[in-house]
């Protein structure tokens, strides 16, 4: 049997290590975060392939049923590295602010009536995935309307920004730096698939694009980034894409 005063010595003794340090506390995450509820929902369409047409069609006729909702960042559809494909962005203050949208939606007679019926048959599959622009990044616009997108979906080890969140940064600024490309922005996935990084870039055409891709290829900086950066990466898949005239970002 253990004798009361030392009883009573453990006890205190357990009550002080389990009382939380008055100096300052350790934080634990994965690296820099977003201080706003701020989030993007990007939306991608596989298209039947002889209802493309039709489809973009019913876009440009209906799709401010849509937009009347929400905000939309951006709409196009792909052109190299994907067939068939449309990619949708769209912006929202806060989870509850997306889910009062999706109720919206679901009674708006328009759109449920002369869209949705009618455009659901035209896809194959769709998939969406919720992102933030990483904390480093704030969403731009290209210097012009005209020109093409690119979207570079990057697939990174497990470990978050914590793990290849500056090699990262270093490898985009670098391709900044040349000045041939115009950053859009940087997402990193939240749901879907995990540890996934979309880089959106706009450049006045797919050859003006061709001819810095060479050109910073040569470059010392570029090259030393993107050699620091790889060792994070998985994979990774270029997709072209043109703007649609109901998108903001043309």
């Not at 069609?57 to 939309?72: C, G, N, P, Q, W």
């Not at 003006?208 to 050699?227: K, M, Q």
């Not at 994070?232 to 043109?242: A, G, K, P, R």
């Amino acid at each position: 049997m253990v004798p009361p005063v030392l009883l009573r010595r453990s006890l205190a003794a357990a009550a002080r290590l389990a009382l939380p340090p008055s100096g300052p506390q350790a934080c634990l995450a994965t690296g820099p975060r977003q201080n706003n509820g701020i989030f993007y929902e990007i939306r991608t369409y596989d298209i039947k392939p002889a209802k493309m047409k039709e489809f973009l069609e019913m876009v440009s006729k209906y799709f401010h049923f849509r937009t009347a909702h929400s905000e939309l960042v951006g709409f196009w559809y792909s052109e190299l590295g994907a067939m068939n494909k449309v990619f949708h962005i769209w912006k929202y203050d806060n989870f509850a602010h997306r889910t009062a949208v999706r109720q919206a939606l679901a009674n708006d007679q328009d759109w449920q009536g002369k869209f949705i019926s009618a455009a659901l048959p035209l896809m194959e599959k769709q998939h969406n995935e919720v992102a933030y622009l990483v904390p480093w990044c704030q969403l731009g616009k290209p210097p012009k309307e005209g020109g093409v997108y690119e979207w570079v979906t990057f697939e990174m080890k497990p470990g978050g920004p914590a793990l290849w969140g500056e090699a990262f940064r270093a490898a985009i600024h670098a391709h900044i730096n040349t000045g041939y490309t115009t950053l859009i922005g940087v997402f990193h996935t939240e749901y879907g698939l995990l540890n996934r990084v979309h880089v959106l870039w706009w450049n006045e055409s797919a050859d003006h694009r061709a001819a810095g891709r060479h050109s910073a290829h040569e470059d010392a900086r570029v090259v030393a980034a993107v050699r620091s950066s790889v060792r994070f990466l998985e994979s990774q898949q270029n997709v072209l894409l043109i703007p649609l005239p109901c998108s903001p970002l043309k």
